[in-house]
């Protein structure tokens, strides 16, 4: 199917002006023969130094599909070994990458798609994106989630040109690439009501419209798990159209918003290794797990506001000490300061935050209870226990005590340390 990308763009109820910078989309099966059209006698055609970038795995996920396309461009083919989204991958992306390339494709998930979408803005030139799992929802993001110097941090990126989602390619992937996308996906369970309650407490802009077409997306994909555990071609496309939908939404907003909050402050802090070892986990593995600690932690205050246990306690401002003994212990203090500057919670004012705790409360309960995302997670082949993605249960407490820390974003994760301990 091609995505009719115009009816994302123009004015909103949300008094904005919405800009997509993503010309085109295709979920289809041959997307790949619709690029090499467009590279040759298309709309692609006037690039003169087109390079694929991708590494071991994607090449051979995708090369028998691209194998006209590889034959005009470069193949730019990457270690995959230790290749991560950090300034280190940039570095190799960089030095590879002939200095004639005016044209990137970004042949891979997530990995591949940072670097290329850094680079390419670095660069000043655009680049396609074929992706070869339904893995990660960052596709057409506008930013890039990169480890910079050991700190997690969204990098100024530019969205892909055109996205051809061959499903001869991505619906072949390993199933555990699907079940991350499905778990990156579910993750705006969290984000989306964090976004909400940040907006009720503070006045933080948000757009209704967004909120729906992520909301539509995710109901839509959660109902096709046993399609996409059978393999169904157009189970594939529904779950690879609703993760580019969320990188529309963040090119909507300008920012990842609508697709990012303590369910990926949760999955950073472990990719950061401030508390833990490296774990050999997907990125949208961590996130599933992250999203039921979350809802887990909001519904314990969601009972303490109900119970009418939920009480104010004095904020005194960033945690030093714990910050000193944590993220300073990485040579991370001085950033993670500079990251929460200034501190989010300044600009919520105590007295409104007691009065809206119903309405708080009544945002956390429309999430599904962690007991139901769990059951949909397990159905889907996701993960959602720590151990499942080596991380010892006993780090889960110091895990949502430090994780709001890693983005200067206001999640009720964050807002919760101005509450009293909740008394169930």
Not at 185 to 200: C, T
Request: net charge negative; proline share 4%; hydrophobic share 40%.
């Amino acid at each position: 199917m091609e995505i009719d990308v115009e009816q994302f763009q123009g004015p909103c109820s949300c008094k904005r002006q919405h800009e997509i910078t993503v010309k085109g989309i295709w979920i289809e099966s041959g997307a790949a023969k619709k690029l090499y059209e467009m590279l040759t006698e298309g709309e692609l055609r006037d690039f003169s130094a087109p390079a694929i970038v991708w590494d071991e795995n994607t090449r051979e996920a995708a090369q028998d599909a691209l194998e006209d396309v590889e034959e005009i461009c470069e193949s730019v083919c990457l270690d995959c070994e230790n290749l991560h989204a950090d300034n280190h991958g940039v570095e190799i992306l960089e030095e590879t990458l002939p200095e004639e390339t005016d044209l990137i494709l970004a042949v891979g998930s997530g990995t591949i798609h940072d670097l290329s979408r850094y680079v390419s803005y670095k660069w000043g030139i655009p680049f396609i994106s074929v992706p070869t799992a339904a893995s990660v929802d960052g596709f057409v993001s506008t930013v890039a989630a990169m480890t910079w110097n050991g700190m997690k941090k969204t990098m100024p990126a530019q969205g892909p040109l055109y996205v051809f989602a061959d499903t001869d390619i991505f619906s072949k992937a390993p199933y555990r690439l699907t079940a991350s996308g499905m778990s990156d996906l579910m993750g705006k369970y969290i984000a989306l009501a964090d976004w909400k309650i940040a907006s009720l407490v503070t006045d933080e802009y948000i757009c209704e419209r967004t909120i729906a077409l992520e909301e539509e997306a995710l109901e839509k994909t959660v109902g096709l798990i046993d399609e996409l555990k059978e393999g169904e071609p157009e189970a594939y496309e529904q779950l690879m159209y609703a993760l580019l939908l969320s990188g529309i939404a963040m090119q909507m907003v300008g920012n990842s918003r609508p697709a990012s909050c303590a369910e990926h402050h949760v999955s950073h802090l472990w990719e950061m290794k401030i508390i833990n070892d490296e774990v050999d986990a997907l990125h949208g593995e961590k996130v599933s797990v992250g999203l039921v600690l979350v809802r887990r932690k909001y519904e314990e205050i969601s009972q303490a506001i109900k119970q009418g246990t939920c009480r104010l306690k004095p904020y005194h401002g960033l945690e030093m000490k714990l910050l000193e003994e944590t993220f300073g212990k990485k040579g991370l203090l001085e950033s993670t300061v500079q990251e929460n500057t200034p501190d989010p919670l300044e600009f919520v004012d105590p007295e409104k935050l007691m009065e809206l705790l119903p309405e708080i409360g009544k945002i956390l309960d429309a999430i599904p209870s962690s007991e139901e995302l769990t059951a949909i997670l397990k159905k889907a082949g996701c993960c959602y226990e720590p151990e499942q993605v080596g991380i010892s249960r006993e780090l889960v407490p110091m895990t949502l005590q430090l994780c709001p820390y890693v983005r200067n974003r206001l999640s009720f994760l964050r807002i919760s340390k101005m509450l009293q301990r909740y008394v169930s």
